[in-house]
């Protein structure tokens, strides 16, 4: 178990430096000028030389790529003299736009993201879960092929379409839901539900079909498995075989997928937050995008990246601990 | 429809024609699901309205970017006259508040551009995905190892978070060329993978080795003796990639990095219409409503398709 994490950390730390030096050539060989960029539009020639020689921007790209690195790791103190700044541990440089800390800016909407992510995935496994289970047990029945077109049809509609449905019907047409706005959850819990309720509503069903599908799958195929046949045999009820014998391994590939999707999630759900103008990390994204503010798209990309990677690893390693064949491979 | 030719007539039939190819069967067996021909309907239809685009404006009068100031109100922020949108016997479907584009050429403009960027970032894939998924797993070893890493890293890319980067960054290229181009970078590992575990299990029928011990080349081998038979797995990723790569053309396009103005998009139209919602929701139910049919479309034909193809599925 112990080799195999550390093979693992290995892969990791490798593919992380991999994302990093991509994300780091995408951003700083092409065109744009970040010297040019962070100094304004009205500023002399001279002063965006300095800017750049402060930057550091006159190194070779591969110094560039060390310090960039080194900086998150042990913070970097930026521009000289009077201007010197110290930028302290996960330093990911500062905004353009706001001039703020990029990784302050990242974890003041990261409890944004969180909400939506948990609030939705707690719908969408309640769906999803229920629907499979109800189709497997019913299989080949109309229940199970309704429900399985159903799953095709959520699995097709666009969250856009979701979205402005759900604002149309509940907010503009009958009022019944305030707009939504986020009100932070240890201020007002019953708000912040409230106000969260069309974006989990949105992104759970997007996703719960996937999850229908899949435990849908998984339960056959376990029902079919000689212990479920064993557990009858000795005459269990059908309700407690499937509850106890059936449902418990046919989940594992569910929370698979679970681990998967909440890490994808924390680091922002750039269409969603955009659609219901949540201020969580992907519209921070979404923002500094369209104000070309590099430094945030560069910090949102790479801790993206980290979130995603870690929660593969949390995943498989959480996997491997319970199944150990999982270890060999 | 011819399949209700009675059951009686089959063996007599059968003797003396030659055994059906498996393609003419498994035609034959998805002629019989209506759900895979609601959907193949569903995609003729979308791809026949984005080839027809320019003699359907001609008909109904309006390309899509003329713009029609008569048709709305510009007392009331420039949202359409009359109901629905602005329904009308000159905009069939309406107009778009604003510059009153007509939304009828607009949906068939954007018809083509979101089938030809699916469309041709899929066949990028597949080609790519198939080279490579083929070599890894036909060669093994070495080259097996350099390319499986390289997939694994590219998958754990966040997909998503790096198109919009990519396409960010680079301003004055061809938009839907870089959209294609960027869009396949992210998927063709998927299909890759599955190529490549397929040819691994190919690799060892009796019918390779015997042609391995018959002294032909490895490329005679994998043109001749894999890939025709890996044809049906193809497919059917293919058909179920295609709506995912609609959903991204227009996700990168709603959020502003995609196609660009004044090519007529739909994820744009989305874009624009969310600001109207409450008071035009027809504008953003037209461009919705085309998305969601064209990927329910491919859903439903690559759901049938796979189960009809699929070796391991439902010959039987």
Known sequence: MIGYLIRRLAGIALTLLVICAVTFTIFYLLPSDPAQAFCGKDCTPDRVAEVRRQMGLNAPLIVQFGRYVLAIFAGRTMGTGSYAVHCDFPCFGYSFQTGLPVWNMITDRLSVSISLAIGSAVLWLGMGLLTGVVSALRKNSWVDRTLMIGTIGAAAMPVYFTAMLLLYFFCAQTNLIPYPRYVDFTADPLAWSQNMLLPWLTLALATAAMYARMTRSSVIETLGEPFVRTARAKGLRERRVVSKHGLRPALTPVVTMLGMDLGGLLAGAVITEQLFGLPGVGKLFADALHKSDQPVVMGVTLVASFFIVTSNLVVDVLYAWIDPRARLS | ?316
């Open chain 2, 1 to 316: 429809m011819t399949t209700t030719v009675p059951a009686v007539q089959e063996p007599t039939e059968r003797q003396g024609q030659v055994p059906a190819s498996p393609w003419r069967s498994a035609w034959r067996r998805l002629r019989r699901r209506p759900i895979a021909l609601v959907g193949l309907g569903l995609i003729v239809f979308f791809v026949l309205a984005a080839l027809l685009a320019p003699v359907l404006t001609a008909i109904s009068g309006h390309g899509p970017t003329d713009t029609d100031k008569l048709a709305v109100d510009r007392f009331l922020g420039g949202l359409p006259k009359g109901s629905l949108g602005g329904v009308s016997s000159q905009h069939w479907l309406g107009v778009e508040p604003g510059l009153g584009h007509d939304i009828f050429a607009r949906l068939l403009y954007g018809a083509q551009i979101s089938l030809l960027v699916a469309f041709s970032a899929a066949l990028l894939i597949t080609v790519v995905g198939v080279a490579l998924g083929v070599t890894a797993g036909y060669f093994g070893g070495k080259v097996d190892m350099v390319i499986s890493r390289f997939m694994d890293i590219m998958m754990s890319f966040p997909s998503l978070i790096f198109m919009i980067a990519l396409l960010s960054v680079a301003k004055d290229v061809n938009r839907v060329l870089l959209l294609i181009i960027v869009m396949s970078l992210f998927t063709w590992p998927y299909i890759a993978r599955v190529i490549r575990g397929q040819t691994i299990s190919l690799k060892h029928r009796e019918y390779v080795e015997a042609a391995r011990a018959g002294g032909t080349s490895s490329t005679r081998i994998v043109l001749t003796e894999i890939l025709p038979n890996l044809t049906s797995t193809i497919i059917v990723y293919i058909t179920l990639a295609i709506p995912g790569l609609i959903g991204s053309e227009a996700g990168l396009t709603y959020l502003g990095v995609g196609v660009q103005p004044p090519t007529p998009s739909w994820g744009q139209m989305i874009a624009d219409s969310e600001l109207y919602y409450k008071l035009d929701p027809m504008f953003f139910v037209l461009p919705c409503a085309c998305l969601f049919l064209v990927v329910l479309g491919f859903t439903l034909l690559g759901d049938a398709l796979r189960d009809v193809l699929d070796p391991k599925g439902g010959n039987g």
